[in-house]
C-alpha cells in the first residue's frame, strides 16, 4: 500500500502540513543532515582548505596554492614515511589475511577445543591498541624483552628490534598482525559457515582433494568477503597511529614513521598545520586510489571477460 | 506516565534540556571571580601542589582557579590545539621555552606585567629565551629552571676506584671500565626532544651553536658533527650505553639509573628527589652528583617551565595575578620542597642553597653553576619546524643510518629552507 493511502485509512485523519514530497523528506532529514555537516563535513572542508595555506601559529596564513603538496612529495621525510606507509601495508594486509584464512579454515574443522579457540581470538582486536602498544614496546626491550630473554635461554643471539630500523618496522608489524588476524580470521570464519555446501559435496564426490576444493571452491566463493576484509584493512593501515606512536614515535630516526605519525609530528611538534593537512589528504587520496584499484580492476577483467 | 507524555512534551523537554546544555559553558564562564587554568602535572606529588597553590591563591585573592592537568607532551598538544583554534576556554597556559616561538603571537606578553626590577629576579637566561626576538615581548615568565648534572654510583665507582667523569674521554674512559654483565656505564636519550638537548649540550661543549651571527644553520659546523660523532659512537661503537637507548626518552633514562641497570645519567633537578625516595630509586643512599661533563666548554642547557597568559583571555588581569602568585616566592619554596624543582628566582636559590646542607648543598651549588653559564636553542620564527626536523636527523645518526655528517648537512639545508619561509630572515 503506498504511503498516502495508508495515511488516509488510518483511524483520525490528520492534516498533513505539507503534501509527501521530495522536498518534505529532504525537511524531515534536515536536523541529522546538519549533524552531519557539523560534525563530518565542515571539517573535512576547513582541514582540505587549510592544505592550501602556510598555516602555523604565526598569525599571518598565506595562501600557498599546492605548495605544502609540493614540498611534502619531494620531501626526505614524507617519502621516507610513505615507504614505511608502503611496506607496513603490503606485509601486514598479506600476512593477515593469508594467517587469517589459514586459521580460519582450522577452526572451522570439527576438532576439539575449537569453541575456546574461537572465543580467544576475540581478545586480541578488544584490546586497545596503545595497550598493544605499551605491551610490544615491553616485550620487544633488548635488556628486559620476554622475546629476547626466550632468545637467550635457547643460545640464539638477541634481536635488536627496536633500536634498528630494519627491526623497528617488523616489530611493529608484528604487533600490528597480533592484533588484526584475529579479525580476519572471524570475518573469514563467518564467510566460510555461510557457504553453500552443495558444490563442495560434489567436488567430494568427484574425488577433488582438500587443496583442491579450497583453491577452486571455497577461495572463488569467498572472493566477497575477502574483498570487504581487504577494503577495511587497507583503510586501518592507512590510519594506524597507536601502537606506533606508543612503540617507537615512529623512530628510530623516522624509520617506522608512517603517514599519520607524521602528520601528528608535522601538526603538534612542528606546529605547521597547512603540511599536517596536505600529509593526511595525500594518505587519504592514496587509500581511496587502492581502494579504486581493489574494486576497479576485477570489474574491468570481469567486463572485459563478458565482451 | 508514558500515557501522559506526549510527543509535543517530548520535543519541548528535549529541546529545552539541549538549550540549557548548550549554554551551560557561557553560564560557567559568567563568573567574574573564577579563572581557568592548563596546567602541568607529572608524578603523584603534583596534584596535590597544584590542589595547595590554588587553594593558597585563592584563600589570599578570593579569585577561583578551576584547572586542568595533563603532562607535558598532551598538554603541548592541547594548547597547539587551542592557540590554533583561538580559543579562550583557558585563561592560563603551563608552558616551555622549548617551543615558545610557537606562541609568540597566541600568548599575551607579559613585560607590561612585571617591572624590570622583578624580571631582574629571575635568571637571566631564562627571560631571554622566552622572550621574542623581533619584539622583544615576553612571552612567559619562568616557574622554575631545568638544567642537568650528572649523577653517578657512588658505592660502584668507589668500589671499582673510579672518579666521576669531567671530560669526554674520561666519559668513555670510565664508562668502559664500568659496562658488562647487564650493567652500563652510562644512559643517554636517543629520540625526540630529550635527543635534540642532548646534541645540544654536546655541541656547546665542543665549541659549537645552533645559528650563525646572520641566523643561519650552524650546527653542522665540525664542533656539530664531532659532538653527534661523539653521542652516536658512545651507543654504537664504545658500547657503554644500552642499545635500546635510540628509543629512550628522559623517563626511561631515569628507570635506567634509578633500577640499578645503569651507573651513570646526566638527569635533571627532580630526580633528586626521585632517587632519594625508596618508592621509586632501588639505589637509594648509592649515588651522588658531579658536574656534566666538559670537551671545550662545560656548557649545558638551561630551560624554564613557565606560566603564560591566554591572549584570548577575557579576565587577563585575575590571570596575571594567578601568574604572580605561581612565581612567588611561596610557591617556589613549595616546589623546592616536594620535587626539588630548582627556583627560578635568584634569590628563591640563594636561600634554598644556603639552607641545604651535605650532598644536597654540592649538588644545588653544581646545579646553580650549569644554570648561570646554562644556553638554550634560538627562539627564531620556523624553529619549532627546525626542532622536529633535528629529531629526526638525530635519531637517524644515532641509530646508524646514516653518518653524523651527511645527517647534520642535509638537516642544516632544510633548516634554513624552513626558517626563511616562516620569516625568520625578514
Known amino acids: ?307 | 506516565m508514558s500515557a501522559n507524555l506526549s510527543r509535543r512534551k517530548f520535543l519541548a523537554a528535549s529541546a529545552a534540556v539541549t538549550a540549557g546544555s548548550l549554554a551551560a559553558p557561557w553560564i560557567a564562564r559568567a563568573d567574574a571571580n573564577e579563572i581557568t587554568a592548563l596546567l602541568i602535572t607529572g608524578g603523584p606529588l603534583y596534584p596535590k601542589y597544584w590542589e595547595k597553590i590554588v587553594q593558597d591563591f585563592t584563600a589570599k585573592t578570593g579569585v577561583k582557579v578551576r584547572y586542568d592537568l595533563l603532562e607535558f607532551t598532551p598538554l603541548t598538544a592541547k594548547v597547539v590545539t587551542l592557540s590554533a583554534a583561538r580559543s579562550s576556554q583557558y585563561d592560563v597556559y603551563s608552558t616551555h621555552t622549548a617551543q615558545i616561538d610557537s606562541y609568540f603571537n597566541h600568548f599575551a606578553p607579559l613585560n607590561s606585567y612585571f617591572s624590570d626590577s622583578e624580571l631582574a629576579e629571575f635568571y637571566p637566561v631564562a627571560v631571554k629565551y622566552l622572550r621574542d626576538p623581533k619584539t622583544g615581548n615576553l612571552a612567559a615568565i619562568p616557574r622554575n629552571m631545568d638544567s642537568r648534572v650528572q649523577y653517578y654510583r657512588s658505592d660502584i665507582y668507589q668500589e671499582k676506584g673510579l672518579k666521576p667523569a669531567e671530560t669526554w674521554e674520561e666519559l668513555v674512559d670510565v664508562g668502559l671500565k664500568l659496562t658488562g654483565n647487564g650493567h652500563y656505564g652510562l644512559v643517554v636519550p636517543g629520540q625526540g626532544d630529550p635527543a635534540q638537548r642532548t646534541f645540544s649540550d654536546l655541541l656547546w661543549q665542543a665549541g659549537g651553536d645552533w645559528v650563525d651571527q646572520a641566523n643561519k644553520p650552524a650546527f653542522n659546523s665540525e664542533a656539530g658533527i664531532k659532538a653527534l660523532t661523539f653521542y652516536r659512537d658512545l651507543i654504537q661503537k664504545h658500547k657503554i650505553v644500552p642499545p635500546d637507548a635510540v628509543g629512550y626518552q628522559w623517563n626511561e633514562n631515569s628507570t635506567e639509573f634509578s633500577s640499578g641497570t645503569v651507573y651513570a645519567n646526566f638527569d635533571w633537578p627532580g630526580a633528586f628527589a626521585t632517587l632519594s625516595n625508596p618508592e621509586t630509586s632501588r639505589v637509594v643512599g648509592k649515588w651522588s652528583t658531579a658536574p656534566y661533563v666538559r670537551d671545550k666548554a662545560a656548557i649545558s642547557c638551561a630551560i624554564s617551565h613557565a606560566m603564560a597568559l591566554n591572549g584570548q583571555s577575557g579576565r587577563k588581569e585575575a590571570a596575571v595575578e594567578f601568574i604572580k602568585y605561581t612565581v612567588g616566592p611561596q610557591a617556589q619554596r613549595l616546589q623546592f620542597d616536594q620535587f626539588t624543582n630548582f627556583p627560578s628566582s635568584q634569590a628563591i636559590a640563594k636561600e634554598v642553597i644556603a639552607a641545604a646542607k651535605g650532598p644536597q648543598a654540592v649538588w644545588l651549588q653544581q646545579l646553580e653553576t650549569t644554570i648561570a653559564n646554562g644556553k638554550e636553542w634560538p627562539k627564531l620564527a620556523g624553529f619549532s619546524k627546525v626542532c622536529t626536523l633535528m629529531f629526526s636527523a638525530i635519531e637517524q645518526a644515532l641509530s646508524d643510518q646514516v653518518s653524523p655528517a651527511d645527517s647534520l648537512n642535509q638537516a642544516a639545508t632544510e633548516a634554513e629552507e624552513i626558517m626563511r619561509r616562516a620569516g625568520a630572515y625578514d
Open chain 1, 1 to 307: 500500500m503506498p504511503p498516502l493511502a495508508q495515511h488516509q485509512v488510518s483511524g483520525r485523519r490528520r492534516r498533513s502540513p505539507l503534501p509527501y514530497t521530495w522536498q518534505r523528506g529532504y525537511l524531515l532529514a534536515s536536523p541529522a543532515l546538519l549533524v552531519m555537516l557539523a560534525i563530518l563535513i565542515y571539517p573535512l572542508g576547513y582541514s582540505f582548505i587549510m592544505s592550501f595555506f602556510r598555516w602555523d601559529l604565526s598569525g599571518s596564513a598565506p595562501f600557498v596554492g599546492m605548495g605544502n603538496y609540493a614540498d611534502e612529495l619531494s620531501g626526505r621525510q614524507f617519502n621516507q614515511a610513505l615507504r614505511n606507509q608502503a611496506i607496513f601495508s603490503v606485509i601486514s594486509i598479506t600476512i593477515e589475511v593469508v594467517a587469517g584464512m589459514a586459521i580460519a579454515v582450522l577452526v572451522n574443522g570439527k576438532l576439539r577445543g575449537m569453541r575456546l579457540a574461537r572465543t580467544l581470538l576475540l581478545v586480541p582486536p578488544m584490546i586497545a591498541p596503545a595497550v598493544v602498544g605499551l605491551n610490544f614496546r615491553w616485550l620487544f626491550n633488548t635488556q628486559y624483552g620476554l622475546v629476547d630473554a626466550l632468545l637467550r635461554m635457547f643460545n640464539l643471539p638477541d634481536i635488536p628490534w627496536l633500536n634498528d630500523p630494519t627491526w623497528a618496522l617488523v616489530s611493529v608489524i608484528v604487533a600490528d598482525v597480533w592484533q588484526n588476524t584475529p579479525l580476519m580470521v572471524l570475518l573469514f570464519l563467518a564467510g566460510l559457515q555461510s557457504l553453500p555446501q552443495e558444490p563442495l559435496e560434489a567436488a567430494t564426490v568427484d574425488g577433488a582433494t582438500p587443496w583442491q576444493r579450497f583453491w577452486h571452491i571455497v577461495l572463488p566463493l569467498m572472493r566477497p568477503v575477502i574483498m570487504i576484509a581487504l577494503m577495511l584493512r587497507i583503510i586501518d593501515t592507512f590510519r594506524t597511529f597507536d601502537v606506533v606512536w606508543l612503540m617507537t614515535q615512529g623512530g628510530p630516526g623516522g624509520a617506522t614513521n608512517l603517514l599519520t605519525v607524521y602528520s601528528y609530528l608535522l601538526a603538534f611538534q612542528a606546529v605547521d598545520f597547512g603540511h599536517a593537512a596536505a600529509v593526511s589528504y595525500i594518505a587519504l587520496g592514496m587509500s581511496m586510489f587502492v581502494l579504486g584499484l581493489l574494486y576497479g580492476v576485477p570489474w574491468l577483467i570481469a567486463k572485459r571477460r563478458a565482451i
